[in-house]
């Protein structure tokens, strides 16, 4: 089993996006093992985007993910890295599929309503940057065996 880190952003937390974003993620079959509402600070910021610092975008990027609070979770489930990104769809609004998070709720690029990790080894770091080990929760649920 694989676990992804997801966050709504503040755009989502903003328009009241929280509910429906977990619900298709729950409609996948994925299951939520942490989640918290967080105001992040400018430091855990720059740490959550650190593979972008450089690029012109990196300060309105931080500016944005500070901007107000988010809905940060860890995810569970087989291939879920990939997996999630395909239901949160692409990063470019332009690009977004119809069906997706994105390609459904967003109309600015910026504005993409959730992040979700890249890789295996992005998601444990992200996670890191929010949930101690002890915030994980390991549960089973019986529908597991029909996905
Ligand atoms: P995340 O799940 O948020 O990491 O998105 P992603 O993996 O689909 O995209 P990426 O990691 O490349 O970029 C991170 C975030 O930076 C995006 O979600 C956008 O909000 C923002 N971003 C990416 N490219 C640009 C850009 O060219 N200009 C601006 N203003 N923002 C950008
Ligand atoms: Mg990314």
Redesign the pocket.
């Known amino acids: 089993m694989d676990r992804t880190f997801l966050m709504v952003k503040p755009d989502g937390v903003q328009r009241g996006l929280i509910g429906r974003i977990v619900s298709r993620l729950e409609d996948k079959g994925f299951k939520m093992v942490a989640g918290k509402l967080v105001q992040m600070t400018e430091d855990q910021a720059k740490r959550h985007y650190a593979e ?1 610092e450089g690029k012109p ?1 990196f300060d ?2 931080v500016g944005f993910i500070t901007s107000g609070p988010v809905f940060a979770m860890v995810w569970e489930g087989d291939d879920i890295v990939a997996l999630a990104r395909i239901v949160i769809g692409k ?1 470019n609004v332009k690009e977004a599929a119809p069906g997706t998070i994105r390609g459904d709720f967003a109309s600015h ?2 504005h ?1 309503l959730i ?2 990790a ?1 890789s295996p080894e992005s998601a444990t770091r992200e996670a890191a940057n929010f949930f101690s080990s002890e915030e994980l929760v390991t549960y089973d649920k019986s529908i597991a065996a029909w996905l």
Request: hydrophobic fraction near 20%.
């Open positions: 972008h975008f309105e990027l990063t690029t910026p993409n992040h979700g890249d």
